[in-house]
C-alpha cells in the first residue's frame, strides 16, 4: 500500500499542532507558576535576528493550511496574524485543525503531480504537490515547531523530546 499525499500531511499536521498546543498549555502554567509575565515567553527569542514565539506559531499555522489549501485546491484561510496572548495561540492552532479536519482525502488525490507556485519578494519557487509537501513544508513546518520547542526550553520550560513528539 502506497503512502497518500493525504495521509503524509494532514494528520501528521494536525497531531503535530496538537503536540505544540500542548507545550504552550505548560508554557502558560509555567509563566503563571513562576510569575512570569506571559509576554517575555511569547515574546522571546532564540536569537535577535529570529521570530520570536508568537511568529513561530503563526507561521507553523500558516504553512500546514496553506499546504491543504494549495494541495486540494481550494482557498487559504486568512488569518489576521494578532495573536497576543497563549489563548490566542490555542485558539489559532484549533482554528488551523478544524481547517485542516474539513479537508478530506479525495481532496488530495493525484496533487503529488499538481503545479505549485509560490511568490515570495525577489523569487518565485515552483514545485510539484509532492515536491511542495516533502521539500517545503514538512521542513518549513518542523523548523517553526522546533524553534517554537526551543524558544520555552531555553526559557526554563520543563519538557522534553516526548513533548514534541507527542504520544502515539
Do not use: W
Not at 45 to 57: G, I, N
Not at 113 to 134: A, M
Amino acid at each position: 500500500m502506497s503512502l497518500s499525499m493525504y495521509d503524509a500531511s494532514l494528520p501528521l499536521f494536525t497531531r503535530m499542532l496538537g503536540n505544540l498546543s500542548a507545550i504552550l498549555h505548560k508554557a502558560e502554567a509555567y509563566a503563571a507558576e513562576r510569575k512570569i509575565e506571559p509576554g517575555v515567553l511569547l515574546n522571546a527569542r532564540l536569537a535577535p535576528d529570529m521570530y520570536p514565539l508568537v511568529r513561530q506559531v503563526q507561521i507553523a499555522s500558516d504553512s500546514v493550511k496553506g499546504c491543504a489549501a494549495r494541495l486540494a485546491g481550494i482557498d487559504i484561510p486568512s488569518y489576521a496574524d494578532s495573536e497576543s496572548s497563549f489563548a490566542e495561540l490555542q485558539a489559532r492552532i484549533a482554528k488551523t485543525q478544524a481547517f485542516l479536519g474539513s479537508v478530506t482525502a479525495a481532496q488530495l488525490e493525484g496533487s503529488e503531480g499538481k503545479s505549485i507556485t509560490l511568490n515570495f519578494p525577489g523569487t518565485e519557487l515552483k514545485f510539484t504537490g509532492q515536491e511542495y509537501l516533502l521539500h517545503f513544508v514538512l521542513p518549513n513546518f518542523y523548523f517553526h515547531l522546533t524553534t517554537a520547542y526551543a524558544i520555552l526550553r531555553h526559557n526554563g520550560l520543563d519538557i522534553g523530546k516526548m513533548d514534541f513528539l507527542g504520544r502515539p
